[in-house]
């Protein structure tokens, strides 16, 4: 289920010292569904999907308009993705 992942990717950035806030933006749907800040100033969005999960347009636009702006977006389907998502944080 997307809420418990959600709670396992939320809960193992804060055991590595940084904040995953849930994003919302008024007036600005789509937007990823959290924004990930990390110890020296990395920020990554990321949207949580099921496996078989789809972006929707919206979904697609405003993450199209983060990445023009050189954010680090995510989009992460499932658990196995999300853990090697937190592995790879941990490594660096």
Do not use: H, W
Not at 67 to 84: F, H, I, N, P, S
Request: proline residues 3%; glycine residues 10%.
């Amino acid at each position: 289920m997307e809420k418990d992942i959600e709670r396992k990717m939320v809960n193992a950035i804060r055991a590595i010292g940084g904040i995953a806030y849930k994003f919302v933006s008024p007036g600005n749907d789509g937007v990823p569904d959290r924004m990930v800040c990390l110890p020296g100033g990395r920020v990554i969005f990321v949207e949580l999907k099921t496996e078989t999960g789809r972006l929707t347009v919206r979904q697609q636009r405003q993450i199209g308009r983060l990445t023009a702006l050189g954010m680090d977006c995510r989009v992460l389907y499932g658990e196995k993705q999300v853990e090697d998502f937190l592995l790879e944080l941990k490594d660096e």
